[in-house]
């Protein structure tokens, strides 16, 4: 038995035999091809750059959200924003989280990037 959820407009955004579905062409997010020709044209809307300690014993991690890149850029940027703080961190569910609270140097690295960015 698959579950699946549908937007009032009736378009399929997530089933349980497949995950989360563009609702623009109706396949996979995994494997759509119109977001990946969108995330070429475009660096998308707001990146959210914040702090959180949920799940890590109080030790805080940086986590940047809202990256309209694909999974190799997406690494590579991770890459890049970790050798730029001078820390570790990872690149999970499409978020950068990296190693201690370096808020304030990412919103301006991704500023000067071209990136919208909201820090909190």
């Given at each position: 038995m698959s579950t699946t959820k549908k937007r009032e407009s009736g378009a399929l955004v997530y089933s349980t035999a497949h995950g989360r579905m563009c609702p623009e062409c109706g396949a996979p997010v995994d494997r759509c091809s119109c977001r990946d020709a969108a995330n070429e044209s475009a660096t998308g809307g707001v990146v959210r750059v914040s702090r959180s300690t949920k799940g890590r014993k109080g030790k805080g991690v940086t986590v940047i959200a809202g990256l309209s890149l694909g999974d190799a850029a997406l690494a590579e940027l991770g890459r890049e924003l970790k050798k730029k703080c001078g820390s570790g961190?990872?690149?999970?569910?499409?978020?950068?989280?990296?190693?201690?609270?370096h808020r304030d140097l990412l919103v301006r690295e991704l500023g000067v990037r071209g990136y919208t960015v909201r820090g909190s």
């Open positions: 961190g990872t690149v999970k569910n499409r978020v950068i989280e990296i190693q201690g609270d």
